[in-house]
């Protein structure tokens, strides 16, 4: 009948077929956000490239996973292109949005993400002059990119954004890794650098980036654990943005053994020795604390969806930062020959792996299927995130 309510599926299809017709209504509230299906999907590559056990069914996995993450960053570049040229009121607001502004961190992490992945596993299929000018020109602009989010959101948070302590949530996180993917990334770089200050400098520069990231997340995590302490419920759609703590964490481990295993490509002597030292010292305590962030995160989201977790982008914070603890444990096991780093990374792997598929089927669901993500009230993470629930 005329007045009959259509079935929502059929009602996104619709949508969908619409925006087919009209390619551009698609991108119409395409936001940074979207840059998270990259570095989720980007790190199952590069996590997979460092495991400390290889084997050639792994490597494969891994090279399909980095060209898939080439593939989305292709496609969503030109969208947020078209996004720009024909809604650019709808992306000008965006760095306005109190929530949606700390994901302009999502776009340079997904640069340095696909780079990084070039240089371990493209060069297998470009060669490795390619993959290394490619490698370099995704590391320079995510860093670029990246060092203007961490001053320009949290400038905008100081100056503009309407929040209060009720409001902290993972999010206000993401503009200030990025630095810390660089300083990671940056140190595969080292090796095919000049030899002499140009080393030496990028590898100060590095560590540079290290403290900046991990200061500013030493700051807003006390605020994330207070937000939960004090003001409780927290609203289900922001609950998936818990596990973006663990972004810095395990980025962090990451990048102080990857520093220190190739810092004798700069320094020498005593300087190298502590630099070296230094990725187990501080790597281990910190995987401590992550393992607690872990736990406490997997146990709210398990109580959360008992009463209904609903889907959005923000669930790709399942992927990447449980990614970085990948990597991060990695780089444990090879400064340490430690077997329970091995194990340990081979476990969170497989559950980084399963993850991305929950999450990567339910984003083409709400994409492809249902049209829901392309929504207007899709297009925020977690928008919730500022209110607790009643």
């Known amino acids: 009948m005329l007045g009959e309510a259509r079935p929502p599926k059929v009602l996104g299809r619709r949508r969908v077929l619409r925006g087919l017709e009209r390619p551009s209504e698609l991108f119409a509230n395409l936001g940074p956000n979207w840059f998270a299906t990259i570095m989720g999907t980007g790190v199952i590559a590069t996590a997979g490239a460092t495991l400390p056990t290889q084997f050639p069914a792994l490597h494969a996995v891994a090279t399909l996973f980095w060209a898939?993450?080439?593939?989305?960053?292709?496609?969503?570049?030109?969208?947020?292109?078209?996004?720009?040229?024909?809604?650019?009121?709808t992306a000008r607001s965006h760095h306005r949005h109190p929530v949606m502004?700390?994901?302009?961190?999502?776009?340079?992490?997904?640069?340095?993400t696909v780079g990084a992945g070039?240089?371990?596993?493209?060069?297998?299929?470009?060669?490795e002059r390619l993959a290394l000018g490619i490698d370099a020109v995704l590391w320079a602009l995510g860093t670029l990119l990246g060092l203007a989010s961490a001053f320009a959101v949290p400038y905008l948070q100081f100056t503009r954004h309407q929040v209060t302590a009720a409001d902290a949530f993972g999010g206000w996180l993401m503009p200030v890794v990025p630095p810390m993917v660089s300083a990671s990334t940056g140190a595969l770089l080292l090796p095919y650098l000049p030899a002499g200050d140009t080393r030496t400098?990028?590898?100060?520069?590095?560590?540079?980036?290290?403290?900046?990231?991990?200061?500013?997340?030493?700051?807003?995590?006390?605020?994330?654990?207070?937000?939960?302490?004090?003001?409780?419920?927290?609203?289900?759609?922001?609950?998936?943005?818990?596990?973006?703590?663990?972004?810095?964490?395990g980025q962090s481990i990451t990048a102080a053994n990857l520093l220190g295993a190739n810092a004798r490509f700069a320094v020498s002597g005593t300087l190298l020795h502590a630099l070296e030292a230094f990725g187990v010292l501080y790597g281990v305590p910190v995987l401590g604390f992550a393992l607690l962030w872990a736990a406490l995160a997997a146990a709210i989201t398990l109580r959360t969806a008992r009463s209904g977790l609903p889907f959005s982008l923000a669930w790709w914070s399942f992927t990447f930062p449980v990614g970085t603890c990948v990597t991060g444990l990695s780089g444990l096991a090879a400064h340490t020959g430690l077997g329970a780093f091995k194990a340990m990374a081979a476990v969170a792997y497989v559950l980084l792996?399963?993850?991305?598929?929950?999450?990567?089927?339910?984003?083409?669901?709400?994409?492809?299927?249902?049209?829901?993500?392309?929504?207007?009230?899709?297009?925020?993470?977690?928008?919730?995130?500022?209110?607790?629930?009643?």
């Open 68 to 89: 898939a993450a080439s593939l989305l960053l292709i496609l969503l570049a030109a969208s947020t292109l078209v996004h720009w040229i024909r809604h650019r009121d």
């Open 201 to 249: 400098g990028m590898l100060m520069a590095c560590y540079a980036m290290f403290g900046l990231s991990l200061l500013a997340s030493l700051l807003i995590i006390p605020l994330v654990w207070q937000r939960l302490a004090v003001h409780k419920n927290l609203a289900a759609a922001a609950v998936p943005t818990l596990w973006i703590v663990l972004g810095p964490l």
């Open 118 to 127: 070039t240089l371990l596993l493209g060069k297998d299929v470009l060669g």
């Open 353 to 390: 792996v399963g993850a991305w598929l929950v999450v990567a089927v339910r984003t083409f669901r709400g994409s492809v299927l249902e049209g829901t993500l392309f929504e207007g009230t899709g297009a925020v993470p977690a928008a919730a995130a500022s209110t607790a629930d009643a």
């Open 101 to 112: 502004a700390h994901f302009y961190g999502a776009p340079p992490m997904a640069l340095l």
